[in-house]
């Protein structure tokens, strides 16, 4: 099920799900401010590639991501330990934008770089103990626009589709890490870079 196909350019609109909050925002950043931080973040991101380690296997991330943050917050998952990096002002700013029109605050984010079609993200919930049983996680898209899908842990044929557009604001809140399930699939025939920041709040040292 495809959502939001005629609300572009509006305010936080509620997508209708149970047992959590999914909201979302097209016209967070406009077109121009998206495109120019962008380029910002693309050239001057501390990007890597990163291994998992699950089931005693090694797995390469099929995209590149950063962790930047308050000095004190690693964030260790499937064998994987990141170690913040330092604020930069960019980064700064849009998370004191995201915590006003939010009304959350936010120690760290977690950056995606997916540089073409191929790279994705399976399917997972990130209800990591570190972040609290109630999370708020705000997602910011940036560049080529992607998929992203939800369904529902109690029923997986109850899912979603948004396609997320350069400068839109997803918000996931409440108990919607634990209810839902969330992935942003290959699309093959894709070649533009996305960019992702989600921006959390981390209550575990």
């Given at each position: 099920?495809?959502?939001?196909?005629?609300?572009?350019?509006?305010?936080?609109?509620?997508?209708?799900?149970?047992?959590?909050?999914?909201?979302?925002?097209?016209?967070?950043?406009?077109?121009?401010?998206?495109?120019?931080?962008?380029?910002?973040?693309n050239d001057t991101i501390q990007w890597k590639e990163a291994y998992l380690?699950?089931?005693?296997?090694?797995?390469?991330?099929?995209?590149?991501?950063?962790?930047?943050?308050?000095?004190?917050?690693?964030?260790?998952?499937?064998?994987?330990?990141?170690?913040?990096?330092?604020?930069?002002?960019?980064?700064?700013?849009?998370?004191?934008?995201?915590?006003?029109?939010?009304?959350?605050?936010?120690?760290?984010?977690?950056?995606?770089?997916?540089?073409?079609?191929?790279?994705?993200?399976?399917?997972?919930?990130?209800?990591?103990?570190?972040?609290?049983?109630?999370?708020?996680?705000?997602?910011?898209?940036?560049?080529?626009?992607?998929?992203?899908?939800?369904?529902?842990?109690?029923?997986?044929?109850?899912?979603?589709?948004?396609?997320?557009?350069?400068?839109?604001?997803?918000?996931?809140?409440?108990?919607?890490?634990?209810?839902?399930?969330?992935?942003?699939?290959?699309?093959?025939?894709?070649?533009?870079?996305?960019?992702?920041?989600?921006?959390?709040?981390?209550?575990?040292?």
């Amino acid at each position: 099920m495809d959502l939001f196909s005629n609300h572009e350019n509006a305010s936080f609109f509620e997508v209708p799900t149970t047992d959590g909050e999914l909201l979302l925002m097209h016209d967070f950043l406009s077109p121009a401010e998206a495109g120019s931080i962008f380029t910002i973040l693309n050239d001057t991101i501390q990007w890597k590639e990163a291994y998992l380690h699950i089931y005693g296997k090694t797995h390469l991330l099929q995209r590149e991501i950063a962790w930047y943050g308050d000095a004190d917050k690693t964030y260790k998952y499937s064998g994987l330990t990141l170690n913040p990096l330092p604020w930069t002002k960019d980064l700064y700013d849009l998370k004191q934008r995201i915590e006003v029109v939010t009304s959350e605050t936010y120690n760290t984010v977690l950056l995606n770089k997916y540089r073409h079609g191929n790279d994705k993200v399976a399917w997972h919930s990130d209800h990591e103990k570190e972040f609290g049983r109630k999370t708020t996680i705000a997602s910011l898209s940036l560049g080529t626009t992607r998929h992203f899908d939800i369904r529902s842990k109690k029923d997986k044929s109850h899912k979603y589709r948004i396609d997320l557009q350069s400068g839109s604001l997803l918000v996931m809140k409440g108990e919607f890490q634990h209810k839902w399930e969330h992935q942003v699939p290959r699309q093959k025939n894709l070649t533009g870079v996305r960019i992702n920041l989600t921006f959390r709040q981390m209550k575990v040292d």
